[in-house]
């Protein structure tokens, strides 16, 4: 089964820094897509960054960006010039290609506390 | 589109009481998932539909656990009798899955905080 793990339960980091979350997976697939989903304190699940396995390109998104460690099995974020918004619970998520495609494997996810 | 809409918000129930949790996808989606999220388990799935169809209900704790589709525009989950363990935020998710396979972002809605006392 796969699995998605976030060894930081929290992280502090000082406005317009830069901070990095770390996720690690366990899976069998080949091909599979990883993700980071924000939760603010408005319980709502935001998509922040996508990645697909096949791509050696990190994903990026503005002030985001992913480095993607395949053969490591590693999917960190890294977030550019922080801002008070971002102050957030992140998610690492996992998802297999083909048959239930649906399941998204969520780690325990990372409380980000941005100080001004 | 004004995105994934559930209802209620918030609900505060006695144990032993049915509780329904309701669902509107996103329109032309054609997948529709149920999360659960709580401190010790964080986010779980607990049940997913395909046009209309349940897919994959293994993460459903139990019988007291159901859910339904019975249109592409309506989805409950239903939980009778309730008990205290079942407080949680559940989350309904809808994507547009095509045959092919694809990144499918899941739109997650706002989530219904559920207190069983």
């Known amino acids: 089964a796969q699995t998605v793990t976030q060894s930081q339960p929290e992280m502090s980091v000082q406005e317009a820094e830069t901070v990095t979350l770390s996720c690690t997976y366990d899976?069998?697939?080949?091909?599979?897509?990883l993700f980071w989903y924000k939760q603010p304190p408005s319980r709502q699940m935001i998509l922040v960054i996508r990645q697909e396995a096949y791509k050696q390109q990190n994903a990026t998104e503005n002030r985001f960006s992913v480095n993607f460690q395949k053969a490591a099995k590693s999917f960190s974020l890294k977030i550019s010039d922080s801002q008070l918004g971002d102050a957030a619970m992140y998610f690492c998520a996992y998802r297999r290609i083909g048959g239930s495609q649906g399941n998204l494997i969520f780690g325990k996810g990372t409380k980000l506390s941005v100080k001004p | 589109d004004a995105g994934v809409i559930q209802s209620p918000r918030h609900e505060v129930t006695e144990m032993g009481q049915e509780v329904t949790l309701r669902c509107k996808p996103i329109s032309g989606h054609n997948s529709l998932f149920w999360y659960r999220q709580t401190m010790m388990r964080g986010l779980e799935l607990l049940i997913y539909?395909?046009?209309?169809?349940?897919?994959?209900d293994s993460g459903m704790p139990e019988d007291r656990f159901s859910a339904k589709m019975p249109n592409a525009s309506f989805s409950t989950l239903k939980i009778q009798p309730s008990e205290p363990r079942d407080s949680a935020v559940y989350f309904c998710?809808?994507?547009?899955?095509?045959?092919?396979?694809?990144?499918?972002?899941?739109?997650f809605g706002p989530g219904t905080r559920l207190t069983v006392l």
């Open positions: 899976t069998s697939e080949s091909d599979y897509y």
């Open positions: 998710a809808s994507s547009l899955v095509y045959l092919s396979p694809g990144i499918n972002e899941q739109f």
């Open positions: 539909f395909n046009n209309n169809v349940p897919i994959d």
